[in-house]
Antibody, heavy 123, light 108 residues
Framework: EVQLLESGGDLAQPGGSLRLSCVAS????????MTWVRQAPGKGLEWVSS????????YYADSVKGRFTISRDDAKNTLYLQMDNLRVEDTAIYYC????????????????WGQGTMVTVSS | DIQMTQSPSSLSASVGDRVTITCRAS??????LSWYQQKPGKAPKLLIY???SLQSGVPSRFSGSGSGTDFTLTISSLQPEDFATYYC??????????FGGGTKVEIK
């Protein structure tokens, strides 16, 4: 079964750091681009960051650029999101998602999503 | 950056109704458009990608159309399990991979 399992969400103070992990199973992880999407309470979906498969290029939303770092460890089938200098407005459920098409240089629709992990930033 | 505008933001409909949701891109995105369904407390589910290709396992009452800047998601006969929020998203070789604001489909 194709599956994504996020962890690492927690309560953090403004200016603090968290690292989210997303463990993949059931597919060849290295062959797919991966993405983080977040959803603030009661709000819509917001794209956060994406990384191509293999030696992947990385991309960030302006709202997190310079504060968040996406990375992947293909040997461990794991996607990461290092979140530094957290702000109250980063409070959200964070989902990892798998591209629907194997490495083709395009970020396609996301066909597999994790269950999400909650990040709360508050003093 | 490409902006995605969805309309309406919400609608009320009855079981059996035909429902249409539109999504407009601020510049051409060819057919690189996804539609998702999200139910409360759940992760989004990919319905259609690219613009008119139904994902495996998605009921045939869902359909997508359009290319360039104007896209449509249609539910031909609304079922009780279809009450949810729907999002469009533009796909790209170069992010940001913008989502539309969402359309909440509620029971009339």
């Amino acid at each position: 079964e194709v599956q994504l399992l996020e962890s690492g969400g927690d309560l953090a103070q403004p200016g603090g750091s968290l690292r989210l992990s997303c463990v993949a199973s059931g597919f060849t992880f290295s062959s797919y681009a991966m993405t983080w999407v977040r959803q603030a309470p009661g709000k819509g979906l917001e794209w956060v960051s994406s990384i191509h498969g293999g030696v992947g290029g990385t991309y960030y939303a302006d709202s997190v650029k310079g504060r968040f770092t996406i990375s992947r460890d293909d040997a461990k089938n794991t996607l990461y999101l290092q979140m530094d200098n957290l702000r109250v407005e980063d409070t959200a459920i964070y989902y990892c998602a798998k591209d629907s098409v194997t490495n083709n240089g395009i970020f396609d629709g996301f066909d597999v999503w994790g269950q999400g992990t909650m990040v709360t930033v508050s003093s | 950056d490409i902006q995605m505008t969805q309309s309406p933001s919400s609608l009320s409909a009855s079981v059996g109704d035909r429902v249409t949701i539109t999504c407009r891109a601020s510049q051409s995105i060819s057919s690189y458009l996804s539609w998702y369904q999200q139910k409360p407390g759940k992760a989004p589910k990919l319905l259609i990608y690219p613009a008119s290709s139904l994902q495996s396992g998605v009921p045939s009452r869902f359909s997508g159309s359009g290319s360039g800047t104007d896209f449509t998601l249609t539910i031909s006969s609304l079922q009780p399990e279809d009450f949810a929020t729907y999002y469009c998203q533009q796909s790209s070789r170069t992010p940001p991979l913008t989502f539309g604001g969402g359309t909440k489909v509620e029971i009339k």
